[in-house]
């Protein structure tokens, strides 16, 4: 997905595509288990829907449950959604800014010319 050491820097237009790519997908998988814990603490907790939504979107976000269980079914599933959302948090993280971190990587393996222009190494050798 990401360019090699040895190919040329992605133009910005295409290196902004990417991040916009990457943010989609953390997109995509904030709202997979928003659904996923807004379904477990309404069907599985007995919670109303505002208050699963409520105490998934605190789950997920780091910040811990709001609510009082009812039953130990509820209080199964809470324990393992979190054990969930601390995984998707890290994921979610890595994918929003593993196309920064790889650019700005990528940029300090490429080497200046003559001319002052950046270039890769290979295409260096190459001349």
Known sequence: ????????????????LRVARSLALA????AFALGMGVLGYHYLAEFAWVDS?????????????????K????KVFASF???FSGLAFITIAGIIVAPVAHRLLH????????????QSAKAKRQR
Do not use: C, Q
């Open 71 to 74: 039953n130990d079914t509820g």
């Open 107 to 118: 940029w300090f393996h490429i080497e200046e010319d003559k001319e002052g222009k950046r």
């Open 53 to 69: 939504l409520l105490n998934a979107s605190m789950i997920l976000s780091g910040m811990g449950p709001v609510g009082d269980f």
């Open 1 to 16: 997905m990401f360019e090699r050491r040895h190919e040329p820097l992605l133009p910005f237009r295409a290196f902004v």
């Open 27 to 30: 997109f995509a998988i904030i």
């Open 81 to 83: 959604y979190a054990l």
